[in-house]
């Protein structure tokens, strides 16, 4: 590690919080320089890059106090198979793109490696409290809320007001979850509300990226969204089992397997 980003990650460890100013005078380089370091810092998972600096990492992509208000059972469950999904979703955004990120924890995993990679410049509609949170202060992202009441496992706006805003808006891409995938009935929702606002999803956009860990595959089901044939592609982990490979091979289901990092494994 170079001296630059030795110099950045004790002022971290001391302060917890750095700003690219005040490391650009202390070091006597450009701020170019310092959000350079910063950026490949976050790429090796030392840090959090956060609007004008950056703040120290955690073992996970919440903070505690934040995964406390936001049901953290749901966010820690298969992250390391999550974030693979969300890397390899993240392949398919093109800068100047319109995405929309629904309340899915997948797709909540989508929007942390947004914020984390400044390399793209995007719109981003949501309609998810806590991607939104990840997202609200960084600059390469033009954030749009979805409004409506807020519910769910995950705090997100549902109901007539949030379907109503997002036919609103012109999707390129969007990145949803599913309770399940059912190779008989289709793509599935938990309930009908969040069915409803898949469904308004599907219409808005052009492209629908469904974004699904292994455990999706054959899951109960209670609302039924879509037959798979009507979105772009599913993206799922290397756990799935080689049943479901061949039964969406046979299917001719436009899958994508991300391979888990062995460091997160």
Not at 20 to 35: D, F, M, N, Q
Not at 160 to 185: E, L, P, Q
Not at 216 to 238: H, M, Q, R, S, W
């Amino acid at each position: 590690m170079d001296d630059k980003k030795l110099y950045i990650m004790q002022q971290l460890q001391e302060k917890g919080r750095v700003d690219v100013s005040t490391l650009s005078e202390a070091l006597g380089c450009s701020k170019v320089t310092i959000r350079t370091k910063i950026r490949e810092l976050a790429d090796e998972g030392k840090l959090v890059r956060v609007r004008g600096g950056a703040v120290a990492a955690s073992d996970s992509a919440v903070s505690e106090g934040f995964k406390t208000k936001y049901n953290s059972d749901h966010l820690d469950q298969k992250v390391a198979e999550k974030k693979a999904i969300a890397k390899a979703a993240y392949a398919y955004i093109e800068s100047g793109d319109v995405i929309l990120i629904d309340d899915s924890t997948t797709s909540f995993y989508l929007a942390v490696y947004i914020r984390d990679h400044a390399e793209k410049r995007i719109n981003v509609v949501t309609n998810s409290v806590p991607a939104a949170n990840e997202l609200s202060s960084v600059d390469h992202v033009e954030l749009y809320m979805i409004g409506g009441y807020v519910d769910g496992f995950l705090a997100a706006s549902m109901g007539d007001n949030a379907v109503a805003s997002i036919k609103g808006f012109k999707i390129d891409k969007a990145f949803i979850g599913v309770h399940s995938i059912n190779f008989d009935v289709g793509l599935t929702s938990i309930a009908t509300p969040q069915m409803q606002i898949k469904q308004a999803i599907l219409q808005a956009s052009k492209h629908v990226i469904v974004l699904a860990d292994s455990s999706k595959f054959e899951n109960g089901y209670l609302a039924v969204i879509c037959p798979i044939g009507a979105v772009d592609k599913i993206i799922t982990d290397d756990k799935i089992s080689e049943k479901n490979l061949k039964r969406a091979e046979a299917e001719k289901v436009p899958l994508e397997v991300a391979q888990t990092a062995p460091e997160e494994a």
